[in-house]
Nanobody
Framework: QVQLVESGGGLVQAGGSLRLSCLAS????????LAWFRQAPGKEREFVSS????????YYADSVKGRFTISRDNAKNTVSLQMNSLKPEDTAVYYC??????????????????WGQGTQVTVSS
């Protein structure tokens, strides 16, 4: 069982930055993949980025590559998403997710078993 709690969302102007954090409560995360997804109003939930807890390998959606950076802190059981050069189209509820079997290139929400409650990110133009 994994519990995920996101924090760090908010309102920012286009071109600005935000950092999201996800605290994962679990007995062990050694074989898990942690990921960020987002969902804008009226749209399907979409993959943003993922990290393999065991070795730190990362994967990004093309839409955020070069602007967002995912990282994990093993000591704090935290995965973070640093978002730079934000655009209005990045506006969405951002969700942290965990999967004990998905690979980092698994971009389907159905591959992930555990989800946080989400945090709102709003980018104004």
């Amino acid at each position: 069982q994994v519990q995920l709690v996101e924090s760090g969302g908010g309102l920012v102007q286009a071109g600005g930055s935000l950092r999201l954090s996800c605290l994962a409560s679990a007995r062990t995360l050694g074989t898990y993949t942690l990921a960020w997804f987002r969902q804008a109003p009226g749209k399907e939930r979409e993959f943003v980025s993922s990290v393999a807890w065991s070795n730190g390998n990362t994967y990004y959606a093309d839409s955020v590559k070069g602007r967002f950076t995912i990282s994990r802190d093993n000591a704090k059981n935290t995965v973070s998403l640093q978002m730079n050069s934000l655009k209005p189209e990045d506006t969405a509820v951002y969700y942290c997710a965990a999967s004990f079997w998905a690979r980092i290139a698994s971009m389907s929400p159905s591959d992930f078993q555990y989800w946080g409650q989400g945090t709102q990110v709003t980018v104004s133009s």
